[in-house]
């Protein structure tokens, strides 16, 4: 049995590893700063600040696999996904684990981003680790992007830089890699997981705005930088490794797909 830490447990990529895992034979055990209100009591939860010593070597204790998904995109990412995630790597490796997985994002060699810097510097310390490793790239997940569309979902008008590439993959398919990667020994830097289909912003909106009946004007909203340029560009997406299957759509019109309830909201 396969004894399994993952960090980051309560977030979109952490849920859905949690029962990939468990099924593919591991025992999990989820780390985050504030456990959900129902794993109180849960023994296997443990409370895990990656910034903090603290907490690590109990956390690590007989552990044999790391799936490390902690991060802290809108928060201090040069505390939490780079000082964090060499602390985690030096405890993971005086606790003997046998091989830490890192998610990453697909294009940050390529888009100037500080968050993206942050994550490369992650990897280059995954990759510098004496522990084995497995780093997967992915492309942006479907709920990250709804998140994102859900916060301007009530502006009259939405203005998008529209021209910007994605490719929108479900979480679920990103999980299931990582979980199979996680059952096998360390293969370092391993192909990217992308969605099945390349999108423009605008085309990702307006599918976004019927299907939730919102009937909104788009507008294409100029943005001047290298980071849009670079993701204009299509560096965030990875045409050739279209590994998931859902589309953009598809996980739009699934039951419980992320978003306010605006279905029976009047068109404007
Ligand atoms: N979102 C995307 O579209 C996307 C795409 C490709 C790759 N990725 C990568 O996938 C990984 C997971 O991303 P995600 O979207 O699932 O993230 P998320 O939903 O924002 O979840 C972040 C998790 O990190 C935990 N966390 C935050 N600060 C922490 C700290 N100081 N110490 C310990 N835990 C902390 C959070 O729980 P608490 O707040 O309870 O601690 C939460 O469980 C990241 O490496 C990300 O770069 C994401």
């Known amino acids: 049995m396969v004894r399994t830490l993952v960090t980051g447990a309560t977030g979109t990529l952490g849920t859905a590893l949690r029962p990939r895992l ?3 034979g591991h025992t999990v055990r989820p780390a985050s700063r504030s456990p959900p209100e129902e794993s109180r009591g849960d023994l296997d939860w443990v409370e895990l600040d990656v910034r903090e010593e603290a907490g690590l070597e109990a956390a690590l204790e007989d552990i044999d696999v790391v799936v490390h998904a902690a991060t802290a995109p809108q928060g201090d990412t040069a505390a939490v996904d780079v000082q964090g995630t060499k602390r985690l790597l030096e405890a993971a490796e005086s606790a003997g684990v046998e ?3 890192y998610p990453s994002i697909v294009g940050i060699d390529d888009i100037p981003y500080s968050y993206y810097e942050h994550k ?3 990897e280059t310390a995954v990759e510098e680790s004496d522990v084995p490793t497995t ?3 992915a492309t942006q997940f479907h709920s990250f992007i709804a998140d994102i569309l859900d916060s301007v979902a009530k502006l009259p008008v939405w203005p998008f830089p529209t021209d910007m590439q ?3 993959v479900d979480v679920g398919e990103v999980a299931d890699v990582i979980a199979d ?3 096998h020994l360390a293969s370092g830097r391993v192909e990217p997981v992308g969605g099945p289909e390349i999108c ?3 085309d990702i909106a307006r599918a976004y705005r019927d299907v939730r009946g919102l009937w909104r004007p788009i507008i294409r909203l100029p943005v001047p930088g ?5 993701f204009r560009a299509g560096h965030a997406t990875c045409p050739d490794h279209r590994t998931g299957t859902v589309t953009w759509e598809e996980w739009l019109t699934e039951p419980g797909a992320s978003g306010p309830d605006s279905r029976t909201e009047s068109a404007v």
Not at 226 to 230: I, L, M
Request: charged share 10%.
């Open 22 to 24: 468990a099924a593919a």
């Open 99 to 101: 091989h830490v997985l």
């Open 120 to 122: 490369r510097a992650a």
């Open 135 to 137: 780093i997967v790239r």
């Open 166 to 168: 994605l490719q929108p």
């Open 181 to 183: 990667h996680a059952t």
């Open 200 to 202: 423009s912003v605008g």
């Open 226 to 230: 290298e980071t849009v340029a670079a």
